[in-house]
T-cell receptor, first 110, second 113 residues
Framework: GESVGLHLPTLSVQEGDNSIINCAYS??????FIWYKQESGKGPQFIIDIRSNMDKRQGQRVTVLLNKTVKHLSLQIAATQPGDSAVYFC?????????FGAGTRLTVKP | DAGVIQSPRHEVTEMGQEVTLRCKPI?????LFWYRQTMMRGLELLIYFNNNVPIDDSGMPEDRFSAKMPNASFSTLKIQPSEPRDSAVYFCASSTSRPDTQYFGPGTRLTVL
């Protein structure tokens, strides 16, 4: 039978390629955004954040882009590695509240 | 730095039993959050505390759920009586202020038979 539950978007990439994970947020007043990574059997881990007065922020192998006009957030992972396989969540802060997206499952093929 | 500590990591119980989940936030963090994660509903905020005081418990599903934070270094989430639909992974997270970057614990996987 068909399983019922959240149908996570899935991204499958080849090891060494770049990955782009997208997130649409809902609140135009949101002023702070975070990307989390959740590996199987573990809690979400902070990856990178960005404030609404910026449109780009870079970390180690990761870049977050923010487009406030269309309320879109993306996470770019350079030279994706097998250890990057996980579910990635975006979170937005707005109205004194932090809301999480449903997540995207990234699978890295060797 | 030990991070957020949760116990137990796994709990299997029978319907009707009381379940208590425990959390120790990161030292110096003054906000604490309890989340539930299921395949059906994803990550849901149940309740959060700021300086040991419950601020928003609108996510608590029903009266069977209660949470306490008697001091800055300890919190409990209790389910009494437990039901099979409570089966989920329960996460505790803490942060230096709310809302801001939250650091999650490893979670407690609860199975109610």
């Amino acid at each position: 039978g068909e399983s019922v539950g959240l149908h996570l978007p899935t991204l499958s990439v080849q090891e060494g390629d770049n990955s782009i994970i997208n997130c649409a947020y809902s609140n135009s007043a949101s002023d702070y955004f975070i990307w989390y990574k959740q590996e199987s059997g573990k809690g979400p881990q902070f990856i990178i954040d960005i404030r609404s007065n910026m449109d780009k922020r870079q970390g180690q192998r990761v870049t977050v882009l923010l487009n406030k006009t269309v309320k879109h957030l993306s996470l770019q992972i350079a030279a994706t590695q097998p250890g990057d396989s996980a579910v990635y969540f975006c979170a937005e802060r707005g109205n004194n509240d932090m809301r999480f997206g449903a997540g995207t499952r990234l699978t890295v093929k060797p | 730095d030990a991070g957020v500590i949760q116990s137990p990591r796994h709990e299997v119980t029978e319907m009707g039993q009381e379940v208590t989940l425990r959390c120790k936030p990161i030292s110096g963090h003054n906000s604490l959050f309890w989340y539930r994660q299921t395949m059906m509903r994803g990550l849901e905020l149940l309740i959060y505390f700021n300086n040991n005081v419950p601020i928003d418990d609108s996510g608590m599903p029903e009266d069977r759920f209660s949470a306490k934070m008697p001091n800055a270094s300890f919190s409990t989430l209790k389910i009494q009586p437990s039901e099979p639909r409570d089966s989920a992974v329960y996460f505790c997270a803490s942060s230096t202020s709310r809302p801001d970057t939250q650091y999650f614990g490893p979670g407690t996987r609860l199975t109610v038979l």
